[in-house]
């Protein structure tokens, strides 16, 4: 079965950085384009990065445009999420996802929490 954990996520002061890693198992990852959510508690979850299955092609919110970046290892099956300048308002929990066959798959997500 699909499965997506994602690591990496804590405690950083603003302008600090994180990398996020998901690790997929259960499908061909290699195949499917992957995707980094956010969602902050009374908001609703806002797609952050998507990346094309050869890495080639991404996409980015506005809002993290120029200081966030996606990448993947399709050896090692797992999509990153470079987060660096991070800012208060980037607080959220962070999902990774893919779809096949409609289907939405999440993982369980990971804390990122920007403060002082």
């Known amino acids: 079965q699909v499965q997506l954990v994602e690591s990496g996520g804590g405690l950083v002061q603003p302008g600090g950085s994180l990398r996020l890693s998901c690790a997929a198992s259960?499908?061909?990852?290699?195949?499917?384009?992957m995707y980094w959510y956010r969602q902050d508690p009374g908001k609703e979850r806002e797609m952050v990065a998507s990346?094309?299955?050869?890495?080639?092609?991404?996409n980015y919110a506005d809002s993290v445009k120029g200081r966030f970046t996606i990448s993947r290892d399709n050896a090692k099956k797992t999509v990153y999420l470079q987060m660096n300048t991070l800012k208060p308002e980037d607080t959220a929990v962070y999902y990774c996802?893919?779809?096949?066959?409609?289907?939405?798959?999440w993982g369980r997500g990971t804390q990122v929490t920007v403060s002082s």
């Open positions: 259960g499908f061909s990852f290699s195949t499917y384009v």
């Open positions: 990346i094309s299955s050869t890495g080639r092609s991404t």
């Open positions: 996802n893919t779809v096949s066959y409609r289907t939405q798959y």
